[in-house]
Nanobody, 122 residues
Framework: VQLQASGGGLVRAGGSLRLSCAAS????????VGWFRQAPGKEREFVAY???????SYADSVKGRFTISRDNAKNTAYLQMNSLEPEDTAVYYC?????????????????WGEGTKVTVSS
């Protein structure tokens, strides 16, 4: 499966953005999806996870502010980001994997999209 993330941009603190992850190649509905981010000078970190069954999980830092979802008819996953903070500034990556994984571990994800940059100004 090929992934393409989009929707990043510049937003003020307190604002919202919705990232999209468009998938092509194989049956997207068979894949769990995740979002990771990498801030300047930091390692890539887990943000959100959506199992193909619908179960979700979030990093503590975004819980209650971010929502992961998908539209299988459109082969697209989303990350709705509300109440954005300057600390959310990062390049955001979407990932997909068909098998059971340790979803917080980026090494378990088999497919990655190019990142989309999110900048939150204070």
């Amino acid at each position: 499966v090929q992934l393409q993330a989009s929707g990043g941009g510049l937003v003020r603190a307190g604002g919202s953005l919705r990232l999209s992850c468009a998938a092509s190649g194989h049956s997207f509905r068979r894949y769990s999806v995740g979002w990771f981010r990498q801030a300047p000078g930091k390692e890539r970190e887990f943000v959100a996870y959506l199992h193909l069954s619908g179960t979700t999980s979030y990093a503590d830092s975004v819980k209650g502010r971010f929502t992961i979802s998908r539209d299988n008819a459109k082969n697209t996953a989303y990350l709705q980001m509300n109440s954005l903070e300057p600390e959310d500034t990062a390049v955001y990556y979407c990932a997909a994997q068909a098998s059971s994984i340790r979803f917080r571990d980026q090494s378990d994800w088999g497919y990655w999209g190019e990142g989309t940059k999110v900048t939150v100004s204070s």
